[in-house]
């Protein structure tokens, strides 16, 4: 009976501890001197050049803030791995373990809090609309009648919705798997347009044959606050993650950061994507908060 209780308790405190690290990422990390970010492929602040590298304003930013978390746990080596997400995917990948910190594109938003937990903001991004330079759309009430691209999974399916219900337009929508595959339905006159985060926008369409031929017009459809996602109830690795992006801030190099991914010539074309940061998100840098969107509406 005696050998019965000390499996028992044998047993529950194993999984008592794995319950534990789940939800202690600093502990996992420690443990097994490797963390997993979560990247982009077509993302304006997160993407890839092939062949396993990534980069970006948020992918360089999540490195720093990796290479702060080693320090703090005194690791002479720490491991990184990168880990590709899509729109789809991202939050189920961070919530089952899969991604310890996703530093791509994502709005946080009240939905996606209950449940994923948000760092501080570090990006405000503008929806706005691209289409080609001779298709004559210049708002959003010149959608109606046309095809217009969005990828799925992202917070402009319900931006769009929103306009066309409001301003009593009638559009067709179709849906990228990706960012690329949206803006290739541009490219190739699939649809007429694509709404979509300012940034990822301007970075398609820099890396794009003719840049020239595009351009991003009308009204600011939505602002939304990006940030870096991580596991909720984790306040330790939320503190270590928030703490790195406001040291970052403080000292400056945020800001270099962003000059360097935006407003220098960039990979793999050496292309300037030549988008300056927004008053909204030099607020952001100035005021360091993981407030959700519905509260930038408010303003």
Known sequence: MKKQ???????????????????????????????????????GLSYTLGNGKYVGFHTEMGEIILADIQKQLGLAKLETKYQPVTSQNRIPLVTNGTVDLECGS????????????????????????????????????????????????TTSVQTLRKHERAGGIDFKEVFGKDHADSFLMLETGRADAFVMDGSILAANISKSKNPADYKIVGEVLNVEPIACMLRKDDPAFKKAVDDSIKRQIKDGSLAK???????????????KIGLPASDATKDAWANPNDKPMEDYAKK
Do not use: C, H
Not at 127 to 136: D, E, L, Q, Y
Not at 257 to 271: G, S
């Open 257 to 271: 950061l962003y000059d360097k991914w935006f407003m220098q010539p960039v990979p793999p074309t050496n292309t």
């Open 5 to 43: 209780l000390l499996a028992v308790a044998v047993t529950a405190l194993a999984a008592g501890s794995a319950f534990a690290q789940a939800t202690d990422t600093l502990a996992k990390i420690k443990a097994s001197g490797s963390v997993t970010l979560g990247v982009r492929e077509s993302s």
């Open 106 to 153: 994502t709005t946080n938003n009240a939905a996606r809090q209950k449940d994923v937990a948000f760092a501080v903001t570090t990006y405000v991004e503008e929806v706005r609309i691209a289409t080609k330079a001779n298709s004559g759309v210049t708002s959003v009430k010149d959608l109606n009648g046309k095809t217009v691209a969005t990828t799925t999974g």
